[in-house]
């Protein structure tokens, strides 16, 4: 019997962004949505049935800094990858507060460098993986 495919939510507003993520998440084979903005993605996470989330932490409906927390209040048992050019987010992240941090890479070196984009797509082959796994 061969799995479903693992849905992934893809929450980016840039349509560049979104394609160069799209085709990452491609080789996955994963089921992906999108949505352009936080409250799009929240609706469609809060309806249910993904196995992960991918999402932009610079959307216009969201201040950065509110938007995990967000997503995470939305939907706390499925995954979060942040992408975000905020290395200042990046550094702020302690999770000291007992909660899981949530995977963040840095889009200056997603475009810059294929080795983060290979590595993002490596990741969440991992995730959706594990996701998987958890299922059967």
Do not use: N
């Not at 999402?55 to 938007?67: Q, V, Y």
């Amino acid at each position: 019997m061969v799995a479903a495919p693992a849905r992934v939510l893809l929450i980016e507003d840039d349509a560049l962004d979104q394609s160069l993520f799209r085709r990452t998440l491609a080789k996955t084979r994963a089921d992906i949505v999108c949505a352009g903005t936080l409250e799009e993605g929240l609706a469609r996470l809060r309806a249910g049935g993904f196995d992960l989330v991918v999402s932009d932490l610079g959307l216009p409906d969201s201040e950065w800094d509110e938007t995990y927390d967000r997503l995470k209040a939305a939907s706390d048992d499925v995954p979060v990858v942040l992408i975000t050019g905020h290395q200042d987010f990046v550094d702020r992240l302690g999770g000291g507060d007992g909660h899981q941090r949530p995977y963040v890479f840095l889009k200056s070196s997603v475009h810059h460098d294929i080795f983060p984009l290979v590595a993002l797509g490596r990741m969440l082959e991992h995730l959706i993986d594990a996701e998987g796994a958890g299922d059967a």
